[in-house]
């Protein structure tokens, strides 16, 4: 399997399971999709097909990764609990919050230092979901990040 094949050419949200939020987080969903399609690493172990299509949904506190070749075809679906990034979540919004009302009123230094808090937070939020995805799906940090940052899109309550 080549490199050109091993990734995600296009992704869907469940709009039954996740519903349409505000423009705003529509237009964040739409910026991490787009980023994660644009660039990404994304392989089955033990699977020769790809590229894949990954079709995200939430069922009560749990991700389902719907993962389809380029033609539509089920290959597997996983399910990942989400409570182990329940308060690494929570965390992360809190620190999103600050961050934007920083943005009004704090100084450049005050910003950088909440801006590298909440990235760090994002880091950590990849590395769990790398560690979760373990065994059922191949990717590099990159790729992992713009996963954990659609995730945080379809929880955010902004």
């Known amino acids: 399997m080549t490199a050109h094949t ?3 050419v296009a992704i869907t949200l469940d709009d039954a399971s996740i519903g349409r939020g505000t423009p705003d ?7 991490a999709i787009y980023d994660l399609v644009e660039e990404n690493s994304f392989a089955l172990p033990n699977h020769d097909g790809g590229p894949y299509t990954l079709l995200l949904a939430l ?3 749990k991700l389902a990764l719907h993962i389809r070749d380029a033609g539509g075809d089920d290959i597997v679906t996983h399910i990942l609990s989400l409570t182990p ?10 620190i999103c919050e600050s961050y934007y009302a920083a ?10 230092a909440i801006d590298m808090g909440r ?5 950590e939020g990849a590395q769990l ?6 065994g059922k799906v191949v990717c590099d940090m990159d790729t992992s990040r713009r996963l954990f940052t659609l995730v945080t899109a379809l929880h955010w309550k902004g």
């Open 119 to 123: 990235r760090g937070l994002h880091n």
């Open 85 to 94: 990034f329940r308060k690494l979540l929570k965390d992360y919004f809190m």
């Open 59 to 61: 069922h009560e506190a």
């Open 6 to 8: 091993k990734r995600l």
């Open 129 to 134: 979901l790398a560690e979760r995805l373990k």
């Open 103 to 112: 943005i009004r009123t704090a100084t450049p230094a005050q910003i950088e």
């Open 25 to 31: 987080q529509e237009h964040e969903r739409e910026i």
